[in-house]
């Protein structure tokens, strides 16, 4: 009898682990592509608690994002393809709901700490949801890395004595999991690393606290070093949630919000790459995607499925039990991670314009497992052309690449009038960008001159 009550109370105790609200914690780290990992084919890099979490979790193999930060970002927080939404670099427009605020609805305690670059406004963090937050690039731009500027909850803060950015965020993660280790919380850890400029990090032989400007002791070799010090920051965030015996129902996503620094060099499976941000080919788009959750996930899984950054919101929100606004275009991937078969996507659409400059022009395409086809009619195999070298929009096509192009044009189709007309004319006449375009014209200007 004894024994059959104590199985009885195990069994309440792992169902209630289990049902109950999971912490969840979501880490993005920043120009980081899928071949930099070891667990997934990488060869170059330093990446022990990311392939632990990989071992023991669950490792997605084809997740991808927009080709660059701003337009990953909005993607994610709102769970809306930025044909939607998405004004200009640099900008989440407040009319937006984000999963700070779906988190919060849900009784969650909400933190987010690291990068924002989505608007200068000193309150732009709580008003889209989070309780407290830690970030570089909100309202100025100051150094990232030693010596760096932050703003905590908004009030900007100057460090002067040999700090180091990603660790003073990193410190901001740590207590803020530790302050609400007795409730639900939800942290969106938008990492600065690994981003250009690569400089020496406290762990690198020439690491030097002195210095106070990004343009000073760049060098390709560091982004080695930036890559284990994530790898690293990362572990301390595992190591807190274990300390504090909170791991088990702890839900821990990991992504990358686009490819690697455009032109920096990778080994991956024998093969050498090149990162590709900025590009709508897989070396832009193709990221890492490891979810870690002790309670739910017990033995390690590779899933094959389609995963969009626009699904992080739905899942988040099937996570939380709450429920994800209608107007969402993700599909929610939480099943995959119970063991489920879900529903897996069939396609990924995406409408990629930066707007960095004045600058309208859109590369819109959808694609699946093999092919992928552009509103320009431009078509290409992916399982033998990745770097899409070969447009078979006038070749012969088999009878699977035919149905395929089929399939990925009735999905264009659906968005082909889902773009608000007010926002390309809000972003003409908000003169955003000019400047940068003046910039270019004057570089091209030169370069004519010289010849």
Known sequence: MKLLLGLLSSFVLLHSSFSAQPNIVLIMADDFGYECVTAN????????????????????????????????????????????????????????????????????????????QLGHEADSPQHFGFDESCLWQQTRRPPRYANPGLEYNGVEKDFTHGEYGPTLVNDFALSFITKNKE??????????????????????????????????QQAPKHFADMVAYMDKMVGRVVAKLDELGIRDN???????????????????????????????????????????????????????????????????????????????????????????????????????????????????????HHYKLYRSGKFYDLSSDSAEKQDLASAPLSADASAAKAKLQAALDRYKDSRPAELDREFEASGKGREKTAKKEMKKAGKKKDK
């Open 41 to 116: 084919g990488g060869e170059s890099y330093q990446t022990p608690n990311l392939d632990k979490l990989a071992a023991m979790g669950v490792r997605f193999e084809n997740c991808h994002v927009q080709p660059l930060c701003t337009p990953t970002r909005v993607q994610l927080m709102t769970g809306r393809y930025n044909v939607r939404n998405y004004i200009n670099f640099g900008t989440l427009l407040r009319t937006e709901t984000t999963f700070g605020n779906l988190m919060k609805g849900a009784g969650y305690a909400t933190g987010i700490c690291g990068k924002w």
């Open 183 to 216: 409730k639900p919380f939800f942290l969106y850890y938008p990492m600065i690393l690994t981003h250009s400029p690569y400089q020496p990090t406290p762990d690198s032989p020439d690491w030097d606290p002195t210095i106070s400007s990004e343009n000073k």
């Open 250 to 368: 702890t839900l821990l996503i990991f992504l990358g919000d686009n490819g690697t620094g455009a032109g920096t060099p990778s080994r991956f499976k024998g093969t050498d790459v090149k990162g590709g941000k900025g590009s709508t080919t897989a070396s832009g788009t193709h990221v890492p995607l490891i979810v870690s959750w002790p309670a739910a996930i017990k033995q390690g899984r590779v899933i094959p499925d389609l995963v969009s950054s626009t699904d992080f919101l739905p899942t988040l929100c099937a996570a939380a039990g709450a429920k994800a606004p209608e107007n969402v275009d993700g599909v929610s991937f939480f099943p995959q991670l119970k063991g489920e078969t879900g529903t897996p996507r069939d396609w990924l659409y995406s409408w990629y314009s930066p707007r960095q400059s004045q600058d309208m022009s859109v590369k819109e395409y959808a694609f699946d």
